[in-house]
């Protein structure tokens, strides 16, 4: 199953992230109480759909540069993380959002993150060279994000 993925359908795998990532954002922030918690939601909402276009952007590079074929270890990983689902598909984000509590929702969101960064740095050396920089600049972002959901959890205590 692994053996048939390429660089292209893992960027698919972070473009997948990123909008699921901006949905979840954007329905807790509508069904948030809290005003602090709705408006950083609409900020990492923003974010996730910048996130997305530059994943687009480095997909459309790849697409002009030849893949490098991935190794045994690198389909392994990557078959894992796709099983294990990074992010909860788009329904069961929503559900969350509906069923849960403020303060569950914000540390779903920080192992969403937590994840999120770890794929994106395993990335990393199959990323083009004209494109690291902005792989770097998610990442950073990325774990901006989670600080401000860590603090935001504080704040809810």
């Given at each position: 199953?692994?053996?048939?993925?390429?660089?292209?359908?893992?960027?698919?795998?972070?473009?997948?992230?990123?909008?699921?990532?901006?949905?979840?954002?954007?329905?807790?922030?509508?069904?948030?109480?809290?005003?602090?918690?709705?408006?950083?939601?609409?900020?990492?909402?923003?974010?996730?759909?910048?996130?997305?276009?530059?994943?687009?952007?480095?997909?459309?590079?790849?697409?002009?540069?030849?893949?490098?074929?991935?190794?045994?270890?690198?389909?392994?990983?990557?078959?894992?993380?796709?099983?294990?689902?990074?992010?909860p598909s788009l329904r069961e984000a929503l559900a969350a959002v509906h069923q849960s509590s403020p303060a569950h929702l914000l540390d779903l969101a920080g192992a969403l993150e937590q994840d999120s960064i770890t794929f994106y740095s395993w990335l990393r050396p199959m990323i083009a060279p004209d494109d690291a920089t902005a792989l770097e600049l998610i990442l950073e972002e990325e774990k901006g994000h989670l600080q401000e959901l860590k603090l935001a959890r504080r704040h809810l205590v």
């Open positions: 199953m692994a053996e048939g993925l390429t660089a292209d359908e893992i960027l698919q795998v972070a473009m997948e992230i990123e909008e699921t990532g901006r949905v979840f954002y954007e329905a807790m922030g509508a069904a948030s109480l809290n005003e602090k918690i709705d408006e950083l939601c609409r900020r990492l909402a923003l974010a996730e759909k910048e996130h997305y276009e530059r994943f687009r952007a480095m997909r459309a590079h790849l697409v002009r540069h030849a893949e490098r074929a991935l190794t045994g270890g690198e389909k392994e990983f990557i078959h894992g993380m796709v099983a294990n689902r990074i992010m």
